[in-house]
């Protein structure tokens, strides 16, 4: 495979902007390359990433289902990465988020109490302050912000999940569809089971009624209808054939 500048080219516009969704990865392909091949350009890409510990990895927004492209390095272990982008106190409210959102029973904390993160000593912001840098990082995709909720990113769940494995093991969970690592879905009622909402949404689409995988008790009143119906079908089945 040569290695072309129209790779570079790429690369170069995912590196700077941390991620593209499919469809604009996919409109960038067709002018670069004329084709429609996201995938491979991106694997002919990673080949020549990995010996630098770095990596374009696919993945799915928890809230949204809409997929992403994602930068990353294969050698992040923590959220030092921050350190040269945003102040100690912003880093401090982050993983103060992260805390709350991964300690939480849904996978999500209210805006209220990000805000009252604020008074803690390690952070000590201005809750304007505090605001405008919520602001930034929910457009960066660090966090994803609905209906008064803050949940955990697409740009965290991608590149910090070894930070996240290491500081709070005990409390990850992972969907009993794809086997991921979860923080926000739908759970069962009778025996607590998780689901992403877009794997419940393809679980959906194949089983009637829809009946939790685990125990098999009914799933009554879930709503999908935020989810983009992009590639949900692709991703769940790439998910699935990992585990085998």
Same mark, same amino acid.
């Given at each position: 495979?040569?290695?072309?500048?129209?790779?570079?080219?790429?690369?170069?516009?995912?590196?700077?902007?941390?991620?593209?969704d499919e469809n604009k990865a996919k409109d960038i392909v067709i002018k670069l390359f004329n084709n429609e091949k996201t995938s491979m350009i991106v694997n002919q890409i990673n080949e020549q990433l990995q010996p630098l510990n770095m990596?374009?990895?696919?993945a799915q927004c928890e809230i949204t289902g809409q997929v992403y492209w994602v930068f990353v390095s294969t050698i992040l272990d923590n959220v030092t990465r921050f350190q040269e982008e945003f102040s100690k106190g912003q880093l401090a409210l982050l993983r103060n988020i992260f805390?709350?959102?991964?300690?939480?029973?849904?996978? *999500?904390? %209210?805006? &209220?109490?990000?805000?009252?993160? +604020?008074?803690?000593?390690?952070?000590? /912001?201005?809750?304007?302050?505090?605001?405008?840098f919520l602001s930034d990082i929910v457009e960066r995709q660090w966090l994803a912000y609905k209906d008064g909720y803050y949940y955990m990113g697409v740009r965290s769940i991608t590149e910090l999940m070894p930070y996240f494995r290491a500081t709070y093991e005990?409390?990850?969970?992972?969907?009993?569809? *794809?086997? %991921?690592? &979860?923080?926000?879905?739908?759970? +069962?009622?009778?025996?607590?089971?998780? /689901?992403?909402?877009?794997?419940?949404?393809?679980?959906?689409?194949?089983?009637?009624p829809v009946e939790c995988p685990t125990c098999h008790a009914a799933f009554h009143n879930f709503d999908l209808s935020g989810l983009v119906d992009d590639s949900t079908a692709s991703m769940y089945e790439e998910a699935k054939a990992k585990r085998r």
């Open positions: 495979m040569v290695y072309t500048t129209e790779h570079k080219l790429f690369l170069q516009t995912l590196m700077h902007r941390g991620l593209l990596l374009i990895k696919k805390s709350e959102i991964i300690t939480s029973s849904n996978g *999500c904390t %209210q805006s &209220i109490q990000c805000l009252n993160l +604020c008074s803690l000593p390690d952070v000590k /912001l201005s809750k304007a302050n505090a605001e405008e005990n409390n990850l969970c992972t969907c009993c569809l *794809c086997k %991921q690592v &979860i923080f926000h879905g739908e759970k +069962c009622k009778q025996c607590q089971s998780l /689901l992403h909402l877009y794997c419940l949404k393809k679980f959906a689409m194949v089983t009637n």
